[in-house]
């Protein structure tokens, strides 16, 4: 059983390092990729739900206002995360959005009545110093670096999704809190979709289904799946492969070679990120 979990928690780290690459390969708007990635996301995930004949039902009004807001903050964070990629490339992307434990080791404290502790707030400016390496030029007409900032909106917003399902974990299935997330977001974007002029070509519709449904409900299936069998700080250090493997994957499909500099942090933010898990578990 042990063994099946390594092996979907590895499979579900896969797939999310290809989600970067959907940016590049998909000829719309920044808007218009989320949009499309959260609709047929969450019809993937109702399906799944459904025929396992799981209710979707939330009892409680506060979890319904939470998962409403994880909607809207989920799709900023997405969006932010594509834009980023489209700005600049998949290493950047990819190392900004794993820089989001730098942002959730000051919030949970404020939002949990939690104490500060020292070794995570040096672990937080060492993941500061690997984004701020990664920088060419501080300059907002540097696109490089106005993609840095895109994606450090994304860490952002992620690290605040996070803490709202740390808040949901107690009352709801991580299958149900992503269904419903995934619906908000969708139905927040929908008033911005119909604002953008964009006519999705057969080949974009497709690798529109394949981001929401292999990378991003199937991916997180097997995730969840993964935690039956796994501890959670294991599935962490895991998941901080992330970057890894969506570098690797740029390079080896869309010919995006990373600079020494893009290296450097990623090295410095995922070893952070890995040894922070190690000394908590």
Known sequence: MKKRGILAVNLAVLLFGLAGLFAKWIRLPAIAITFGRVLFSSLALGLYLLLRRQSVRVARPGDRLLLAAAGGILALHWWAFLQSIQLSSVAIGTITFSSFPL???????LLFRQKLERRNVFIALLI????????????????????????????????????????????????????????????????????VQVRPTLPDLT????????????????????????P???????????TVYGILFALLLLGEIPTLREILGAVIIVGAVIAAQLRAK
């Not at 942002?103 to 404290?109: G, Q």
């Open 103 to 109: 942002f959730v080791t000051f919030l949970e404290p």
């Open 128 to 195: 500061l110093l690997g984004v701020l390496i990664t920088v060419p030029e501080f300059s907002l007409d540097n696109h490089v670096f106005f993609g840095i900032l895109i994606g450090m909106l994304s860490a952002l917003a992620y690290a605040v999704l996070t803490l709202i399902n740390k808040k949901l974990a107690g009352s709801l299935s991580g299958t149900v809190t992503a269904f419903w997330e995934q619906a908000s977001a969708a139905l927040v974007l929908l008033p911005l979709m119909l604002t």
């Open 207 to 230: 690798l529109l289904l394949g981001l929401g449904v292999i990378t991003t409900a199937l991916a997180h299936t097997l995730f969840i799946s993964s935690l039956k069998t796994l």
């Open 232 to 242: 959670a700080q294991l599935a962490g250090v895991c998941s901080s492969l992330e």
